[in-house]
């Protein structure tokens, strides 16, 4: 079965500085990519999605990798913010439905 | 949130009783999903609908059942609650699942069930 691991459980850092977090796959080769954001007690919010023949796609301070031969994508967040502070899940494409990581929560300290 | 709602939003229900949650849409979308999160498992699809009438098994569907009737509505029942269904649960829809564009979920308010 699909395995996606998130690079780590949580992570800490400087307001200003560039956040990045790994999502890794494996037992698949999804077509398409996903980073959701969720904030405690809704629901999650999608960000950007990134098609298996794109190296990376950008959103004002988002910019999304995917690597298909590492089965890697990196989110990253530049000039981070005390606001970004929130959980950020990946997903991957299946037949007819996402499966998803079960995120980073990233928290930027002022 | 992209014009979905869920109800209830809270519940707390007793080991055997029946519940259902509803999901409602004013987005007219055709892809309906109905979700449950757990710490350290994510989010995982419980069963998923692509037009009235038509719906499809999920990862972990045992013990849950669905009813689309109507393009707007999406229920999730509980037959007889488990203490293991204690959860959030998110609906979501989405306007495709071919990659064209309009495959992004959006995502409701969700509902948290304590089954006691």
Redesign the interface.
């Known amino acids: 079965s699909q395995k996606i691991e998130q690079n780590s459980e949580a992570l800490n850092i400087q307001e200003g500085k560039t956040a990045t977090l790994t999502c890794n796959y494996t037992n698949y080769s999804p077509a398409y990519l996903q980073w959701y954001r969720q904030d405690p007690g809704r629901g999650p919010v999608f960000l950007l999605l990134i098609r298996e023949n794109e190296k990376e796609k950008r959103k004002e301070r988002l910019k999304v990798t995917f690597d298909t031969t590492l089965k890697q994508s990196l989110f990253h967040i530049t000039a981070s913010q005390p606001a970004d502070s929130a959980t950020y899940l990946c997903a991957l494409t299946g037949a007819n439905n996402l499966f998803f990581g079960t995120g980073t929560r990233l928290t930027v300290i002022p | ?1 992209a014009g979905i709602t869920q109800s209830p939003r809270h519940k707390v229900t007793e080991t055997g009783t029946p519940v259902t949650l509803r999901c409602h849409q004013t987005e007219n979308h055709r892809y309906m ?1 109905w ?1 449950r999160q757990d710490p ?6 419980i069963h ?1 609908s ?1 037009g009235v009438k038509d719906t ?1 098994k ?2 972990v569907s045992d013990g849950y059942s669905v009813s689309r009737s109507k393009t707007e509505d999406f229920l999730l029942t509980l037959e007889s609650a488990t203490s293991s269904q204690t959860s959030v649960y ?1 609906c ?1 829809i989405s306007e495709s ?1 071919s ?1 064209t564009s309009g ?8 509902t948290r069930l304590t089954v006691t």
């Open positions: 949130d999903y979700y350290g498992h994510g989010l995982r699809l998923y692509y499809d999920g990862e998110f979501a699942i990659g495959y992004e979920q959006y995502f409701g308010p969700g």
